[in-house]
């Protein structure tokens, strides 16, 4: 996307993904979704899973 616009970029944070905060994990770390966070998630993307 930078690209596309022009920007050279030299360095990037990501701080979170849709509504999920992901600041302070390190590289290589994850954490699971809490139910607030996948059900904001599963809402966003308009997805209903089969139970």
Not at 3 to 29: C, F, H, P, Q, S
Not at 35 to 48: C, H, I, P, S, V
């Amino acid at each position: 996307m930078c690209e596309a616009l022009g920007y050279n970029v030299r360095k990037l944070k990501r701080v979170r993904v849709m509504n999920i905060l992901v600041d302070g994990l390190k590289t290589g770390e994850w954490q699971d979704l809490n139910n607030e966070e996948r059900d904001e998630l599963f809402k966003q993307l308009d997805y209903q899973p089969k139970r």
